[in-house]
């Protein structure tokens, strides 16, 4: 818009130079004046908008009815965020002179969408759009550049008559009511923008930029009590390039970003991934797979289930400037070949900063493409049912306004929008501000569903694929957990298949969630093998202990096993075989029973499992020999107090009871 404006104003003092015929007469005034009025176009020239604001109006009040003077009082007004005047100017000028300029037309058109009056502004995009044909030699000012600049704007008519005509369809989309700043804990004197907040709403990440000579750093806030505290670097993150925008799947685990000038980045700057525990982030790498580019690769927004990654790219194959792309994660967890959203979306501006809904249908971004309210815009498309895009449409005031707005955000909840803007009445540069979503720009309610597969009998965690119908395959981590975004009120159908358990089927019904929290499943998987509760210093189950040490009707085998491992080596399985053969001499077995131990390194929780699954793998083994096991029971921790070292603790006691 300023480079328009600042060419046409140009154009204002030289372009009757260019003119090459003159059937519509250019207005002339004296001298005098028309000395003022050049002063008025340099100041305008050099942005000193309202210096050269009054160079015009001393030239208008002599000359009224002069159209330069009307036209760049107009464009001062422009520049300087008051639009009603500019409109007021821009449409006294081709009320004096029709013929004066063809650009004035498109301009007076962006000029009423801006103030939100679409119907005017539709009646003079329609004009322009009826002057197409018209020779230049009929305006006044028909320069070669003047001519450049309209067809700049013929290539954004179609779009902004677009634009216009679903305003004036669905003014649903100016229903909010107002937008509110976070105040200074959070907002300072630079630049504050790309809000994200956790499910809960208690904790926002937003990127920070201090000043413009400054990088751009991740700060945190939280609201223990209900107000934002101070804003402060996130720990052991930022480094001296810059670290952007932030993005986490929903479960709050998994965090993506934009990373620049770090040995590992392809283009000027990529997207990155990190795991997160709520409070600290770790493990920082690039994307694995092709989202990234030797070109400038940003803003990320991943899906609420963490499987399509949306993001703004200057890649080759664009539209022009920078557009949005998306790919999707693959069962390998490597991402493919980035997909362009299409020209309902993307345009020969710039469009990024994407939001996607919880439900995958809405997309909200910003654009300086498409038809907006000042610099820069927040525009909302939705998903039709064939996967394509439809045209996107302006959010409308009070989120946009005549400045510039970036970066929206909403919670979990769907129901309260973030977004950044550098209007007034702000802290300083771009600020970060919040606004009530209306029920029409609501998206399908999504529930967040996080489930746990444990042992049914020891609760212990198993770490296993889950199948869910619709659903690509789930590995659960070693603490079992899963977790899915799923439509409210829908049904869950689940298959495990899991070693050492019988299989697994269910289906649960799940409800409309607020997600200030996930939605919990316990999934209870049945062992082959009947385990009791756990014994030992880690076990609380009532009644239940381990077998006497050494009564005279036992026979013990002790199975070593390597740190944190659970496998047998062939020697072992070659020792067990030679003991069930030869032992007994003659002996009736009676029953057999396992008990797993570890050492006393890693946590009570890995200890437990680490413990069952080697116990389990002797279990397995004396089940394929036609061995039928009693009992397995487990011990978090072996007995370190009794003078042996760790070693011996990593280990499985095979427990043979005799007939008498």
């Known amino acids: 818009m300023l480079r328009n404006l600042l060419t046409l104003s140009l154009l204002l003092f030289l372009l009757p130079i260019f003119a090459q015929q003159e059937p519509v007469a250019i207005q002339i005034i004296p001298d005098e004046y028309a000395k003022i009025h050049h002063q008025g176009e340099m100041a305008l020239l050099n942005m000193k908008y309202k210096e050269a604001l009054s160079h015009f109006k001393k030239v208008l009040k002599r000359y009224p009815d002069f159209s330069p003077a009307l036209r760049s009082s107009g464009a001062c007004y422009e520049l300087l965020g008051e639009l ?50 018209v020779p230049p030699a009929m305006f006044a000012y028909n320069g070669l550049e003047e001519q450049k600049v309209e067809e700049s704007y013929y290539a954004q008519l179609e779009n902004n008559l677009r634009s216009c005509r ?4 669905s003014l649903q989309f100016l229903n909010i009511s107002s937008v509110e700043n976070l105040g200074s804990a959070i907002n300072g004197s630079g630049d504050e923008y790309f809000p994200y ?51 986490m799947v929903r479960d709050g685990r ?42 400038w690769e ?33 069962a390998d967890g490597k991402w493919g070949e980035a997909v362009n959203l299409g020209d309902n979306i993307n345009t020969t501006g710039d469009e990024e900063a994407p939001f996607i809904t919880n439900d995958g249908k809405v997309l909200y971004f910003s654009s300086t493409g498409h038809l907006g309210l000042g610099e820069q815009d927040i525009f909302v498309s939705r998903k039709s049912e064939d996967g394509s895009w439809g045209f996107a449409r302006n959010l409308g005031m009070p989120v946009n306004s005549a400045y510039r707005e970036l970066g929206i955000f ?6 309260t929008g973030y977004f950044s803007s550098n209007r007034k009445g702000g802290h300083g540069g ?38 869910a119908k619709g659903h690509l395959p789930i590995k659960t981590g070693d603490d079992g957990r899963f977790f899915l975004c799923l439509p409210a009120n829908d049904t869950l159908q689940v298959e495990i298949r899991a070693d050492d358990y019988h299989e697994y089927k269910n289906s649960f019904d799940i409800p409309k969630w607020e997600n200030r929290t996930s939605y919990h499943l316990n999934l209870l998987l049945d062992p082959m093998f009947r385990l009791p509760t756990y014994t030992g210093d880690l076990l609380v189950e009532k009644g239940v202990s381990l077998p006497a040490k050494n009564p005279t009707n036992e026979v013990h085998q002790e199975v070593l096993f390597d740190f944190d491992k659970a496998e047998l080596k062939p020697d072992d399985i070659e020792k067990l075989e030679d003991f069930f053969k030869n032992a007994f001499h003659g002996k009736t077995i009676e029953s057999v029973e396992i008990v797993g131990y570890t050492d006393e390194v890693g946590s009570d929780a890995y200890n437990l499992v680490l413990s069952e699954k080697r116990a389990k793998a002797i279990g397995v083994l004396l089940k394929n020999k036609g061995i039928k ?16 070292p760790q070693w011996q603790n990593r280990k499985v006691d095979v427990i043979v009871k005799l007939a008498k």
């Open 84 to 133: 009603g005047e500019a409109s007021h100017y821009y449409v006294k000028a081709l009320e004096n002179s029709p013929n004066f300029s063809r650009a004035l037309y498109f301009e007076c058109g962006k000029i009423y969408y801006q103030c939100g009056k679409y119907e005017l502004a539709l009646k003079y995009f329609e004009q322009f759009d009826s002057l197409k044909t």
């Open 166 to 169: 679903s305003a004036t369809d």
């Open 197 to 247: 907040l956790t499910n809960d709403g208690n904790t926002i990440y937003f990127t920070s930029r201090k000043n413009d000579n400054s990088d751009e750093n991740l700060l945190m806030s939280t609201k223990p009590r209900g107000d934002w505290k101070s804003a402060e670097s996130v720990s052991d993150f930022n480094t001296g390039a810059n670290e952007g925008m932030v993005t």
């Open 254 to 295: 998994r965090l993506y970003f934009t990373a620049c000038q770090r040995p590992d980045v392809m283009g000027t700057c990529d997207i990155w991934e990190a795991v997160t525990d709520g409070m600290h982030i770790t493990q920082s790498s690039p994307l694995a797979g092709f989202s990234n580019s030797e070109a």
């Open 298 to 330: 940003s803003q990320a927004s991943i899906s609420c289930d963490g499987s399509t990654l949306y993001f703004a790219s200057s890649r080759e194959g664009g539209f022009g400037g920078t557009d949005i792309w998306f790919s999707q994660r693959g």
């Open 410 to 415: 909403l919670t979990a909840d769907g129901k």
């Open 430 to 467: 771009m600020d970060i501000y919040k606004f009530e979503l209306p029920e029409q720009l609501s998206s399908d309610p999504i529930t967040y569903v996080e489930g746990y597969v444990r042992d049914s009998l020891t609760q212990i965690p198993v770490a296993c694929t889950v199948f």
């Open 629 to 644: 096991v009693d009992k397995i029971y487990i011990e978090g921790k072996g007995e370190s107090n009794d003078g042996r």
